[in-house]
């Protein structure tokens, strides 16, 4: 069954320094997002990608924050300098073209930032 | 503007006994309801999806939930509880609107514990 990854599982990093979060969606897959969870707190959206550009992003999503889908397969979530409230699980999603299909997550990227 | 509520963040329920975790939500559009599955140290599985047909929902794992757009809720239930659901529930709402690249809205999800 097809499946979006993530890379890595788990990411150490120090206060202002850049992390880039990996993801591989479903291969037909159209529309891409990021979403993240702070311990104990609701999932929360950051962005959404279509046809090569943001398409929505949350107040979160500052300038801070850069989505890139360098290769055709791969799309990936840059924080440029870090802090220490960016510790989170960090969960890529793909869907599919249509109205009402479910987003496809991968198993999260946990960044810790010391 | 849309919102999810879960009601509940935690309920426990002894194995082999019904499980009920509710949801409301609001949305400008008509809604397209999801709940997901958060297994420990694993991703979101989605369960079961309303997408408009019809308001009874079958998903996996013996799992159904109903739309009932006057009461706003998507409930979700299970007629008999086993030790595997134990898990953290997530209703999710994205509005249907044209060609939506939306974002799914969360709720603060629902921790389910299944007492043996």
């Known amino acids: 069954e097809p499946e979006v990854t993530q890379t890595p599982s788990h990411q150490v990093t120090q206060m202002g320094q850049e992390v880039i979060l990996r993801c591989v969606p479903i291969s037909n897959h159209l529309y891409f997002y990021w979403y993240r969870q702070i311990l104990g707190q609701k999932v929360e959206f950051l962005v959404s990608f279509y046809n090569n550009e943001i398409s929505e992003k949350s107040e979160i999503f500052d300038d801070q924050f850069s989505v890139e889908r360098p290769d055709g397969s791969n799309f990936t979530l840059k924080i440029r300098s870090t802090k220490l409230e960016d510790s989170a699980m960090y969960f890529c999603a793909s869907r599919t073209q249509g109205e009402g299909t479910e987003a496809f997550f991968g198993q999260g990227t946990r960044l810790t930032v010391v | 503007a849309q919102s999810v509520t879960q009601l509940d963040s935690h309920v426990s329920v002894s194995e082999g006994t019904p499980v009920l975790l509710r949801c409301n939500y609001s949305s400008s559009y008509s809604p397209s309801l999801f709940w997901y599955v958060q297994h420990p140290n694993k991703g979101l599985q989605l369960l079961l999806k309303y997408t408009s047909a019809a308001t009874l929902v079958k998903g996996i794992n013996g799992f159904e939930a109903e739309f009932k757009k006057s009461e706003t809720s998507f409930h979700l239930t299970k007629p008999s509880a086993h030790m595997s659901d134990a898990a953290e529930y997530f209703c999710?709402?994205?509005?249907?609107?044209?060609?939506?690249?939306?974002?799914?809205?969360f709720g603060k999800g629902t921790h389910l514990i299944i007492q043996p």
């Open positions: 999710v709402v994205s509005p249907q609107k044209r060609g939506g690249a939306d974002g799914l809205t």
